[in-house]
Structure formats: structure tokens, C-alpha cells
């Protein structure tokens, strides 16, 4: 009897102990959330930050010439922190370091198609469209696809159309496409009247004019180019060619005080000769007579 007495007190001395131990999981627990609490945004805002301090550090090294740690840094902003703002300026700086310092045109192509692909929405796609146009037009010399490259930036509400037109008259131009390549000056003189490649425009019109021998049509570009654009170098340029028309046309004497008329002309020894040339040939008609 007294030994069941003995195990009864001895059952209830442990229940007793193990209500007054106290628990230690609920008060780790707490622990535990109150630093996740503090520390997680700090950690947090490190890493928010490590896209900026990448972004600097490789502008730093790019301005210091260490071309090759410069791109590393922005690589490793592109691929690291993708969803970063900064990671679509990064990969265009790669593309322009391969491009412009390392020249390597078909790489820096690649980097610019890159950020087309994975940012098509944001605004540096129309800055690496355009590099990546001239790169196949400059570079690389493929006229054919450099039209494409072009016509895709006339979709661009921001873009500089009328450049991008020219630049496609370009191409046509170097493909021996004439007729095209007027075609799309005469498009962008429509579209784009206040455009500053005007006179451009309308001295190189003239020159495919003349190629496809409307030789009138080619003189009124000239003339109106003359008269938008006075002070001009193309407006000089056009009244050596109308010159030379009149040159053409037999008319020596008109000629002859076109080509007088010419002051300042860039290349004066090629103006000296073709005075000297007309006066031999006025003279020599007039003692035929």
C-alpha cells in the first residue's frame, strides 16, 4: 500500500515539474520573427541597392578606360537583377563599348537585338534600334536588311522619321535603285516639309533626277533648293551643277557667267578650270564663225 502511495506521489511530483518548466519554442519563435522584422528589409534594401552600386561602379570603370571590367559590371547587372530599370541601360552600354571602343560590330548587333527582345516595351529599344540599323547599314553593308531595320523605326512615335527615311533613300541609292531612292525623298519632303535635311534632300533629288535624265525636273530642285536655302552649301553646290546643264546645253556664255557668279566655291580649282575650259571653247566657236 505504501509503495502504490510512493509511485502516486512520484507521478504527480513530475506532472508538477513539467508544468513549471517553462517553454522556450513560443519565446524563440517570437525571437526569430522580431529579427526577420528588422533585418529583412535591410537586407532588403541591400539588395535593392546592388543594382545601382553595379550600375556606378561600372560607369566609373568605363570612364577610367577599364573597358573590361566596365562590361563585366554591367553583364552581371543584366543577368543578376534582370527586373532592375537599370538592367536594360547596362546592356545598352555593353552594346555601345563593343560597338564604338572594341569594334565589334556583330557582337554589339547581338546586345542591341538582345534588349529589343527582352525590353520591347521600354524606351531605350528605339536607341537600340537605331544603332542597330546603322550598324547593318555602316558596318556590316547590308542595304537590304538595313531597309527593314529602318522601316521598323518609322513605327516609333518618338523617332526621328524623316531621318529614317533618308537613310532608307540611302540605301536605295547604294543598292543603284534610283527611282526608290527618289521615291523616298520625295516621301519625306512631303511628310516632313520643316524637316532640317531639306536642302539635303532636294540637292540629292536632283542628282537622281538627272540620273534618270528629267533633266527640267532636275533643274527645278535645284532652283528651289537655290531659293529655300541661299546661303547653303548644297545651294552652292546646285547652281554648279545648273551651270554645268547650261554647259551641256551648249549655252557657253550662260554658262560661262553661272560659273562666274560662283563665289566661294569650296573647290576653286576645279571652278578655275572649268572657266579657263569655256572661255577656249567661246573662243574657239566665235573664230569658226
Not at 44 to 54: A, G, H, I, K, N
Request: charged content about 30%; aromatic content about 10%.
Amino acid at each position: 500500500m505504501k509503495l502504490r502511495q510512493l509511485k502516486k506521489q512520484l507521478k504527480q511530483r513530475e506532472l508538477q515539474a513539467r508544468r513549471r518548466k517553462p517553454r522556450r519554442w513560443p519565446w524563440l519563435l517570437l525571437l526569430v520573427a522580431l529579427l526577420l522584422a528588422v533585418f529583412y528589409p535591410l537586407y532588403r534594401q541591400y539588395q535593392l541597392t546592388v543594382p545601382q552600386r553595379l550600375f556606378n561602379e561600372g560607369m566609373t570603370l568605363e570612364s577610367r578606360g577599364e573597358l573590361d571590367a566596365a562590361q563585366q559590371r554591367y553583364q552581371r547587372l543584366y543577368h543578376a537583377y534582370p527586373e532592375s530599370e537599370l538592367a536594360v541601360e547596362a546592356l545598352l552600354r555593353v552594346g555601345r563599348i563593343q560597338q564604338y571602343d572594341r569594334h565589334l560590330e556583330q557582337q554589339a548587333l547581338l546586345s542591341y537585338l538582345q534588349l529589343e527582345h527582352d525590353f520591347p516595351e521600354h524606351p531605350l529599344v528605339l536607341a537600340a534600334r537605331e544603332e542597330a540599323a546603322g550598324i547593318v547599314k555602316y558596318a556590316l553593308r547590308d542595304y537590304s536588311r538595313a531597309i527593314g531595320f529602318y522601316q521598323r523605326l518609322l513605327e516609333h512615335e518618338n523617332g526621328r522619321r524623316d531621318q529614317y527615311l533618308y537613310e532608307i533613300a540611302d540605301c536605295y541609292f547604294r543598292l543603284d535603285n534610283y527611282t526608290q531612292a527618289r521615291i523616298e525623298l520625295e516621301t519625306l519632303l512631303t511628310q516632313y516639309p520643316q524637316s532640317s535635311l531639306i536642302a539635303d534632300v532636294l540637292y540629292r533629288k536632283g542628282g537622281l533626277l538627272l540620273l534618270e535624265n528629267r533633266l527640267d525636273a532636275a533643274r527645278q530642285d535645284w532652283l528651289r533648293l537655290i531659293a529655300q536655302f541661299p546661303e547653303s552649301s548644297y545651294g552652292m553646290q546646285a547652281r554648279f551643277n545648273l551651270a554645268a546643264l547650261l554647259e551641256e546645253d551648249d549655252l557657253l556664255q550662260d554658262a560661262l557667267d553661272a560659273y562666274r557668279q560662283l563665289q566661294n566655291f569650296p573647290r576653286p580649282d576645279l571652278l578655275k578650270e572649268k572657266i579657263e575650259h569655256l572661255k577656249k571653247r567661246i573662243a574657239s566657236k566665235q573664230k569658226a564663225i
